[in-house]
Each structure stands twice: as structure tokens, then as C-alpha cells.
């Protein structure tokens, strides 16, 4: 696969000195699904705003495509789709006319505009409502909105900033749903933002965790999770006393992917690297020793453990918080404006 989306040392200071980003590498393949996870101030908009062309980047490089993101603007833009942070359609106007005024800007012909808006707007369950004004919309709707408007040139990569903040978890798993599908369906690779951890883990094929504009580590969910530790194993089985206990326990300690093995309520919990490989081998050692296993379970590290690990503190929760609402709404009057 290629490389789409190639970023080196990018680093972004505000006038009057905030560094939002701080010297970031990265690069993403096309047909990726690939999340910037990070709490609120920590570089995830600036990031996307100078990838996308809209902020000028105070040190480092960056192409999109190929094409450098301060020296070819136009064609960066022309393969690019964008749906920002704010609510961005215009509520005085319906959803369909909001398509077209989309459609307009990037020149596509009116036959252009009514296939393609009439695609876009089913696939995110609005084309019943399309003659309704964008006024009478739910935040979630107007959302989809957004999104129809971002994918009606058909671009090749999609930026998301923060797609599902502040919706309810229907409306998040829908919105996971389109963004799956576009990637299926269209290879579309997608460079989205969030804050939140199950949006990250379920979504995306690689994660970068952003905290202070720096990143702190790149990586699948599966290879993060197994970065802080390994695999913890459960295994309770019936004794046959002759000392049969200290055997196992010794013998377990000798497997070469088992890390640690422990004795709590009577139970063994042994830390692996890799507890789907290691499973079979033990269970299938335990039965040649003879020993009765009564119950085996499995618990992976989830990505909280791994943000804690890294940025040293906890991210918010799964479920939008107060906080979020909030600024949903903010959002919204901003675009009432
Ligand atoms: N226009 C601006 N001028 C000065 N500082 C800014 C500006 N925009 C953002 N910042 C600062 O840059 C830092 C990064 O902000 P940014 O919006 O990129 O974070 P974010 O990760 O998108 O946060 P959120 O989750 O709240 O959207 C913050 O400290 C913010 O206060
Ligand atoms: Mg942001």
C-alpha cells in the first residue's frame, strides 16, 4: 500500500507562542482508517487544519498525495475532503441546497451534483429530509450533513475532525458505519480525530495518541494494548494433592511466553505476550500432567491502560460527556452566525 499522508517534524506555534504541535512524524497508507486520539488542547484540530491546507505550518513538511501542503495547496485540496470540528452547513438553508452550494464550489456539473448528492444523502440517511431547513435538524442530523458535504467531490482521503462528538451512541455507531463503509466500498482513506477511546479502538486501523502536540506512541490497537503488558490468563483447576500444585506452578514459570505466573484465590494468573498462542499450549500441558482445569479466562490490556501508560493520566469516558454537549451546542451557534 502507499503512502497517502506523510507528515515530518510538523509543528504548529500560534501567534503569542502556544505550541499546539510539537516536531510530529507520521504517515498514513491509503485505505487506512487512522486516529489522532487525544484530549481536548492537545494538537488534534491544528494538526488536521495544516494538513488540510487551512493553516500555515510554523516548522516541518507534509504531503498529501505527494504534494506538498504549503507549496501545492490547490492540488492537495482537489484530493481532499474536510468536515471541521464545527458544525459547518448553513441552517438557513435546506439540506439539499447546502449539497448544492457544496457541489458548486468544487465545479461539478449539475447532472454531477444531483447523482452524486442524491448517493451521499442516502448513505447518510438524510434523502427523505432534504427539502427540510437545516433549522429543523437535530445536531446529529445536521453532523451527517456535514459529512454528505465532505464526500460529494468524491475525494480520495477525508478528514474528520471530532465526527461523532457530543452525538448519542446510535447516532456514533451510525456514523462508524458510513465511515467503514466508505472505506470499503470507496478505498477512501480517513484521517479522523476523537477523544474518545471506544471510537478509536472499534474504528481505527492505527491509532496515534496525541497528548501537549506531541505523539506518544503510534500503533494498531492490538499492538498498543500489547505495548504496556501482556495478556492476563485465569486458570482454576481441581487438585490431586501429591504436590501436583507446586508442578504446575513450576512448569508454567518454564513456558517461554509466559512473563509471570502468580497465585491469588486460588487461582494461577499468569501475565503472556500472547495469550491466543499461549492458551492451548498450557492447557494442553496441564492435561498431560494430568491436573482437571475447571475454568480459563483471558483479559487484554484495554486502550485506557494504554493512554494511562503513555500520557501518564486517564481520558475522559466512552459516553459524551457534559462537556461535550456543550460544546456540541457552542459549535452549533457558531454556525448559527
Ligand atoms: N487560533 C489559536 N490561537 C492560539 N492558540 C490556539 C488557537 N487554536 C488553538 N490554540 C491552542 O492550541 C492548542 C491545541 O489546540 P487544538 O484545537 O489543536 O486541540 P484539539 O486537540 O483539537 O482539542 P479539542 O479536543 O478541544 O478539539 C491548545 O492549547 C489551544 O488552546
Ligand atoms: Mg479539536
Not at 435546506?94 to 461539478?108: A, C, P, V
Not at 456535514?146 to 468524491?154: E, P, T
Not at 499461549?278 to 480459563?296: F, K, N, W
Request: charged share 30%.
Amino acid at each position: 500500500m502507499d503512502v497517502i499522508i506523510e507528515a515530518e517534524k510538523l509543528t504548529k506555534i500560534y501567534p503569542g507562542g502556544v505550541l499546539a504541535v510539537d516536531h510530529i512524524d507520521l504517515s498514513v497508507k491509503e485505505g487506512e482508517i487512522f486516529g489522532f486520539l487525544g484530549p481536548n488542547g492537545a494538537g488534534k484540530s491544528t494538526t488536521i487544519m495544516m494538513l488540510v491546507t487551512l493553516l500555515h505550518p510554523t516548522e516541518g513538511k507534509a504531503r498529501i498525495a505527494g504534494w506538498d501542503i504549503v507549496q501545492h495547496r490547490g492540488r492537495v485540496r482537489s484530493v481532499l475532503g474536510y468536515v471541521s470540528q464545527d458544525i459547518a452547513v448553513d441552517e438557513y438553508l435546506t439540506g439539499w441546497e447546502n449539497l448544492l452550494l457544496q457541489g458548486k464550489l468544487y465545479h461539478l456539473s449539475p447532472q454531477e451534483i444531483k447523482t452524486r448528492g442524491k448517493e451521499v444523502l442516502e448513505m447518510v440517511d438524510l434523502w427523505e429530509r432534504k427539502d427540510e431547513l437545516v433549522q429543523n435538524y437535530s445536531g446529529g442530523m445536521r453532523k451527517r450533513l456535514d459529512i454528505a458535504c465532505g464526500l460529494i467531490h468524491r475525494p480520495r482521503i477525508l478528514f474528520l475532525d471530532e465526527p461523532t462528538l457530543g452525538l448519542d451512541i446510535q447516532t456514533r455507531s451510525k456514523i462508524w458505519e458510513y465511515i467503514r463503509q466508505l472505506r470499503s466500498e470507496h478505498k477512501m482513506t480517513i484521517f479522523l480525530t476523537t477523544h474518545y477511546m471506544d471510537e478509536a479502538d472499534k474504528l481505527c486501523d492505527r491509532i496515534a495518541i496525541i497528548d501537549h502536540g506531541k505523539i506518544m506512541a503510534i500503533g494498531t490497537p492490538l499492538e498498543l494494548k500489547r505495548s504496556v503488558g501482556g495478556d492476563l490468563v485465569s486458570i482454576k483447576f481441581q487438585e490431586n494433592g501429591n504436590g501436583q500444585r507446586e508442578e504446575i506452578f513450576t512448569a508454567l514459570k518454564e513456558f517461554p511466553l509466559v512473563e509471570s505466573v502468580k497465585e491469588k484465590d486460588s487461582q494461577l494468573l499468569i501475565v503472556t505476550k500472547d495469550g491466543n498462542t499461549a492458551i492451548p499450549q498450557i492447557l494442553s500441558r496441564l492435561h498431560d500432567m494430568g491436573a482437571e482445569v475447571q475454568s480459563i479466562s483471558m483479559k487484554r490490556p484495554s486502550l485506557d491502560d494504554v493512554f494511562l501508560f503513555y500520557t501518564g493520566r486517564q481520558l475522559r469516558d466512552e459516553e459524551a460527556s457534559p462537556q461535550d454537549f456543550y460544546r456540541m451546542r457552542m459549535a452549533l451557534r457558531r454556525a448559527k452566525r
